[in-house]
């Protein structure tokens, strides 16, 4: 049995280095004769907004937090529905933030003096259809929101624009390899590498407050176009 056992570690220690020198083996790098040329190349598309994010909040004040906070409930409850009522799923109505807050009186050589709470609740709301958003939002403001925010502009299925940028930028990148090329006297043999590093960025929110005593306002969103955007890493070699 111990000359069995001897005979498997001895087997086991001579497998060993076999299985580290497979594992350690390097892949070949991409070699090249000619000129090496790094490109970077950028492809656009622009789509029309489909979808707005608006921030849309309530905020008490009472002399007590108790006070405060049912006056808050209270408004945030007439809110809500009436986004229901509006046809907003709830996935697309989401709270951002619920806060209670002192505030304070502060006279010059004396203590602050607690004078009431400060309640606030906001929603993020996700607008499908942006022609009714304005709206929906006159109508909020009737039901007690007093704080809104936004838009915030973007595009709910950016794949298809985005792959349109992505074969606009490899155009760019090949024409501009073939235009290094001919300024060199020499041509393109082949594309090395390519890598990619998106950037959809959607345009800042555009800053907007209601009050309750806006109930007549028109309120218009106008979505314009949005940009999308991709950069191309790519590497070629010329001869």
């Known amino acids: 049995m111990r ?10 220690a001579a497998m060993t280095p076999a299985i580290a020198v ?15 040329l790094d490109i970077s190349a950028t492809g656009e598309a622009t789509r029309v907004p489909d979808i707005a994010i608006i921030s849309a909040g309530v905020v008490t004040r009472a002399a007590t937090a108790t006070g405060a906070l049912e006056q808050n409930a209270a408004r945030m409850d007439r809110v809500t529905a009436a986004l229901k009522r509006a046809g907003i799923a709830e996935r697309d109505i989401q709270t951002s933030n619920i806060s209670l807050n002192p505030e304070y009186r502060y006279v010059e050589n004396q203590p602050p003096k607690l004078v009431g709470y400060t309640a606030s609740n906001t929603l993020n ?21 007093n704080q809104i925010n936004g838009p915030s502009l973007t595009i709910d299925k950016p794949e298809e624009a985005l792959d349109e940028a992505r074969t606009k930028a490899l155009a760019v ?32 929110p555009m800053p907007m407050m209601m009050e309750a005593r806006a109930q007549a306002a028109d309120t218009k969103i106008i979505p314009g176009e949005q940009k999308l955007q991709v950069t191309l890493g790519m590497m070629f070699e010329l001869r």
């Not at 709301?125 to 929101?145: M, N, P």
Request: net charge positive.
């Open 3 to 12: 000359h069995m056992l001897l005979a498997a570690l001895f087997l086991g």
């Open 22 to 36: 497979a594992q350690a083996v390097p892949v070949p790098a991409q070699a090249i004769s000619g000129t090496r």
């Open 125 to 145: 709301v996700r607008f499908r259809d942006i022609r009714s958003t304005g709206k929906i939002l006159d109508a909020l403001v009737a039901e007690g929101a």
């Open 173 to 204: 990148g090949r024409a501009r390899a073939d235009l290094y090329a001919r300024a060199l006297g020499m041509h393109v043999v082949r594309l090395l590498s390519v890598s990619e590093s998106g950037n959809y960025a959607a345009p800042p």
